[in-house]
């Protein structure tokens, strides 16, 4: 069974900093791309960040460049998103989110497992 | 960006009605288009993908199709678990971008 489980979030200044992590099982992390997609208070999704399975290929939305980055350990099974210079806009729950893959692990930039989310809160 | 956007902002149908959802690029995705469900306190929920594939054990009663810059979701006979948020999201062009969803609620 795949599971995907975020922790890392909490509460934090205007311009501080906060890494999520993200434990996943039950399929071969490796061989799939990932995914950070967040969801503000009262609003809809957005995806933040993708990592190809092999680390290799990253991409951000515009809104975060700079100031996110997303990795993986794939010995560890583990997926993170560190967050710098944080902002008022960056508050949200974010999830962790798994491709759904495709041929020789192609990222299909779809995403079919999701985790439950870890809360996110920007504000002094 | 492509701008998704997603009609009726609610719908409130009786159990067993059929629910249709609709959402519109601004422009083109080709086929590149999905569609989500989120009920509160659960993980989101990928229903459709490549515009009209079901997902992994996702009953048959939902059903997608469309493409170019029209879509729709279609719930054929309205369960009382269905009452959730639907999204839909493209991948076509990056970034990816998600509608504003669709609040599905039993009357």
């Known amino acids: 069974e795949v599971q995907l489980l975020e922790s890392g979030g909490g509460l934090v200044q205007p311009g501080g900093s906060l890494r999520l992590s993200c434990a996943a099982s039950?399929?071969?992390?490796?061989?799939?791309?990932m995914s950070w997609v967040r969801q503000a208070p009262g609003k809809g999704l957005e995806c933040v960040s993708v990592i190809s399975g092999s680390g290799g290929r990253t991409y951000y939305v515009d809104s975060v460049k700079g100031r996110f980055t997303i990795s993986r350990d794939n010995s560890k099974n583990t997926l993170f998103l560190q967050m710098n210079s944080l902002r008022g806009e960056d508050s949200a729950v974010y999830y962790c989110a798994k491709d759904l893959g495709g041929r020789s692990g192609a990222l299909s930039y779809f995403f079919d497992y999701w985790g439950q989310g870890t809360p996110v809160t920007v504000s002094s | 960006e492509i701008v998704l956007t997603q009609s009726p902002a609610t719908l409130s149908l009786s159990l067993g009605e059929r629910a249709t959802l609709s959402c519109r690029a601004s422009q083109t995705v080709g086929s590149y288009f999905a569609w989500y469900q989120l009920r509160p306190g659960q993980a989101p929920r990928l229903l459709i993908y490549d515009a009209s594939q079901r997902a992994t054990g996702i009953p048959p009663r939902f059903s997608g199709s469309g493409s170019g810059t029209d879509f729709t979701l279609t719930i054929s006979r309205l369960a009382l678990e269905d009452c959730a948020v639907y999204y839909c999201q493209q991948r076509s062009t990056w970034p990816l971008t998600f509608g504003g969803g669709t609040k599905v609620e039993i009357k």
């Open positions: 039950g399929f071969t992390f490796s061989d799939y791309g």
